[in-house]
């Protein structure tokens, strides 16, 4: 059986175990050498990965000039070999995202010098949005746009009901439990109960949620059938989480994703062509009025779409 290497990210985030679980799954084909986005690609395990097809970096949110590492990482996001010249297979970055930051600017600096070299050394870069493809094409890289494979994690084509009243909903609040998260959940309230995703398993995020939403149930999350589960309980997701929007997709159950940086614009965009987010918390009442209407066709043909993107690249 041949090998393919495969890289995922270290971040305990639903979004990571939702995305690492997905592409492992597509190239089940292969033999695979699974390895993090921390890991030095050296001596034995450079043999080992020089020996596999290629190299297939799992998407996020790692094109720009923020990443979240020190200097010694590419993009710094990645370990991989400072030398890039002993890595011998090509390296590919699979459904991969501008970089973006939650109520910052959407603004996308031109890209630095080691961060453009070292794009141009990737064999092939899949996008997962349009945002991120027209990003990377006014710095003179090329790539493709794919979508997100996190949502080829089932086949799921529509909604399991068409709800009309949402007596029940599941609000995503951002990473930083903010003024903004506050603002939207106290919107939410007056629809009827509102649960509260965190999407990252950090116990820290968790109780400042609890100390800000005093009157709901908080469920962080650590695995994707939880998380599946926990969309099947509830109406409506609606919140800031991309990830948390996509699973309740995958679930069956509407969802409302209020965009508060480049990668929920981008996923806007893609998903239901605009039809399915609010750019301002003032606007979702008027929303889930348009919602409540919807069947959501438009959304799931997307899906459609894009999933038939990716299966045309799992044997890449």
């Not at 699974?34 to 949110?61: C, D, F, M, R, Y």
């Not at 027209?134 to 529509?158: D, H, Q």
């Not at 965009?259 to 998903?271: I, P, Q, S, T």
Request: with cysteine; hydrophobic share 40%; glycine share 6%.
């Amino acid at each position: 059986m041949q090998r393919l290497t495969i890289i995922t990210f270290e971040h305990k985030n639903i979004g990571g175990y939702l995305f690492e679980k997905t592409v492992i799954n597509i190239f089940k084909k292969y033999e695979i050498i699974h390895i993090k986005n921390t890991t030095l690609i050296e001596s034995t395990l450079l043999e080992q990965v020089n020996n596999s097809k290629a190299i297939i970096i799992a998407g996020g949110p790692i094109i720009g000039n923020l990443g979240a590492y020190n200097n010694n990482y590419w993009m710094g996001f990645l370990r991989l070999n400072p030398k890039l010249n002993l890595i011998k297979v090509p390296i590919i970055l699979f459904g991969v995202g501008a970089i973006s930051i939650p109520f910052k600017s959407y603004e996308l600096p031109k890209l630095e010098s080691k961060n453009s070299f070292f794009l141009r050394q990737i064999h092939k870069i899949y996008t997962r949005d349009y945002l991120t493809y027209n990003y990377l094409k006014s710095n003179s890289i090329e790539s493709e746009f794919m979508g997100c494979p996190s949502l080829a994690y089932n086949n799921n084509e529509k909604l399991i009901e068409n709800k009309v009243k949402f007596n029940k909903i599941l609000f995503s609040p951002s990473i930083f439990i903010n003024n903004k998260d506050n603002e939207c959940y106290n919107k939410l309230l007056k629809y009827g109960k509102v649960i509260i995703s965190i999407n990252h398993d950090d116990k820290q995020i968790e109780n400042k949620a609890k100390s800000l939403f005093k009157n709901s149930k908080i469920i962080r999350l650590t695995n994707i059938k939880q998380m599946i589960e926990l969309n099947k309980e509830v109406d409506v997701h609606i919140g800031f989480r991309v990830h948390q929007h996509i699973s309740s997709l995958l679930a069956g159950v509407k969802s409302l994703l209020v965009v508060c940086d480049n990668r929920g614009k981008g996923m806007a965009e893609v998903l239901g062509n605009n039809k399915y987010h609010v750019n301002d918390i003032d606007e979702i009442d008027n929303k889930i009025n348009f919602i409540k209407g919807d069947n959501y066709d438009d959304i799931y043909s997307s899906i459609k779409s894009i999933r038939l993107n990716i299966k045309r690249l799992k044997n890449i």
